[in-house]
């Protein structure tokens, strides 16, 4: 994975309009940047920041954490695809015409994942049939990382399927991994739906 570079993920400016924030907490983007920088939350951490935004200002949970994101990000005090303690991570998802347990077990099936995902090495973690996997992935270069898989049933032949990917190295790295699980989810998708 090492070697690509740019990234594609948005800023959460970017996914949460003005006017919706702005309806929700009752100031827009500028408002709150504004708001903050007077606080001081460039030397505030981000519990401190979205406590702040929720106590304070009496912001939902969620917008709480989607400001101090968005101020993170726009104060250049963290890049997308970066956590708050400054862990790498991104996540890819895919709706998938097939059960639950077929669908977890072409995770943990070592056979059936190498053909959709052939160039990883995957050592399982944990385990729990049509429900969930957290394993170590280690790349063609040996690079080692976390994966975390969860589903949600829709149907009982139509499952979603998200993967967490962590301890990454950098921006580029997320923006890699964010094409690589886009294609080898469809990989996974057209295996089980054939």
């Given amino acids: 994975m090492s070697g690509r570079t740019g990234h594609t993920g948005k800023r959460i400016t970017e996914k949460l309009s003005d006017d919706a924030l702005r309806e929700a907490t009752g100031k827009d983007w500028p408002q709150w940047f504004e708001?903050?920088?007077?606080?001081?939350?460039?030397?505030?951490?981000?519990?401190?920041?979205?406590?702040?935004?929720?106590?304070?200002?009496?912001?939902?949970?969620?917008?709480?954490?989607?400001?101090?994101?968005?101020?993170?990000?726009?104060?250049?005090?963290?890049?997308?695809?970066?956590?708050?303690?400054?862990?790498?991570?991104?996540?890819?998802?895919?709706?998938?015409?097939?059960?639950?347990?077929?669908?977890?077990?072409?995770?943990?099936?070592?056979?059936?994942?190498?053909?959709?995902l052939p160039d990883a090495e995957v050592s399982l973690r944990t385990h729990r049939p049509a429900k969930s996997v957290t394993a170590d992935f280690k790349d063609a270069e040996g690079t080692t990382t976390r994966i975390s898989v969860t589903l949600t049933v829709k149907a009982p032949e139509k499952t979603v399927v998200g993967v967490g990917h962590e301890k990454l190295r950098d921006a580029a790295e997320v923006a890699a991994y964010k094409v690589f699980w886009r294609e080898r989810l469809a990989a996974l998708k057209s295996l089980l739906e054939d």
């Fill in 35 to 116: 708001v903050l920088d007077a606080w001081g939350a460039t030397s505030r951490t981000h519990t401190e920041i979205a406590r702040h935004v929720r106590e304070e200002h009496a912001a939902d949970g969620w917008y709480a954490q989607s400001v101090a994101v968005g101020y993170e990000q726009e104060r250049g005090l963290r890049q997308v695809g970066q956590s708050s303690t400054g862990e790498w991570r991104t996540s890819g998802s895919k709706t998938i015409e097939a059960s639950a347990a077929r669908v977890i077990e072409a995770f943990a099936d070592d056979a059936v994942r190498r053909r959709w």
